[in-house]
């Protein structure tokens, strides 16, 4: 969750500077690349109930962060506008199904769901809020495409810890004889 939504959070803020000073786009065209980018995590989200429902939790997420690790580095190293977009898009897809399946494994992940949920979706929202800063501190230094590499870095950090997403077994409750 942390890797997705740090890559949520910094297309927030960053990807329309990064397609206008980095990509030499203008500010409407990266204002135009952003809502492509809204309007494909939206849609992801809208439409990959049935994707989750085949593939379940952890095969999602692994296929959603792969198409989100193709997508920053075509958004990074774009050199057409068509290209760079693709990456949006893709990108999108990335962080799309992270937070709500991260939220639903840790409700069904033991005992205290609600204590489960909060700590999760305070992750979630952390990395949502500081990602963009600490993007924001290493594109001082180096630029807002080169400061973008660390999104790509923590997608494949996601794609790795997807196993965690796996269901909890149920403990089965075998019936004991009693030995008297």
């Given at each position: 969750?942390?890797?997705?939504?740090?890559?949520?959070?910094?297309?927030?803020?960053?990807?329309?500077?990064?397609?206008?000073?980095?990509?030499?786009?203008?500010?409407?065209?990266?204002?135009?690349?952003?809502?492509?980018?809204?309007?494909?995590?939206?849609?992801?989200?809208?439409?990959?109930?049935?994707?989750?429902?085949?593939?379940?939790?952890?095969?999602?997420?692994?296929?959603?962060?792969?198409?989100?690790?193709?997508?920053?580095?075509?958004?990074?190293?774009?050199?057409?506008?068509?290209?760079?977009?693709?990456?949006?898009?893709?990108?999108?897809?990335?962080?799309?199904?992270?937070?709500?399946?991260?939220?639903?494994?840790?409700?069904?992940?033991?005992?205290n769901p609600a204590a489960?949920?909060s700590v999760v979706a305070?992750?979630?929202?952390?990395?949502?809020?500081?990602?963009?800063?600490?993007?924001?501190?290493?594109?001082?230094?180096?630029?807002?495409?080169?400061?973008?590499?660390?999104?790509?870095?923590?997608?494949?950090?996601?794609?790795?810890?997807?196993?965690?997403?796996?269901?909890?077994?149920?403990?089965?409750?075998?019936?004991?004889?009693?030995?008297?």
């Amino acid at each position: 969750m942390l890797g997705v939504e740090l890559g949520e959070g910094s297309a927030n803020n960053w990807l329309a500077l990064a397609a206008t000073d980095g990509h030499g786009q203008t500010a409407t065209i990266g204002a135009l690349f952003f809502t492509v980018f809204a309007v494909s995590e939206a849609a992801t989200r809208v439409f990959a109930g049935p994707v989750v429902d085949r593939l379940g939790r952890v095969r999602t997420v692994r296929w959603t962060t792969a198409l989100g690790i193709l997508g920053a580095v075509l958004f990074i190293v774009g050199t057409t506008w068509w290209l760079t977009l693709i990456g949006v898009v893709l990108w999108a897809v990335g962080v799309s199904m992270g937070f709500p399946l991260g939220m639903s494994a840790a409700a069904q992940s033991g005992p205290n769901p609600a204590a489960r949920v909060s700590v999760v979706a305070s992750i979630g929202y952390f990395a949502n809020f500081a990602g963009p800063p600490v993007i924001g501190a290493i594109a001082e230094q180096v630029g807002a495409l080169s400061a973008l590499w660390l999104i790509a870095v923590l997608f494949v950090a996601a794609f790795a810890a997807s196993g965690s997403l796996r269901p909890v077994a149920e403990p089965t409750h075998e019936r004991v004889s009693d030995p008297r």
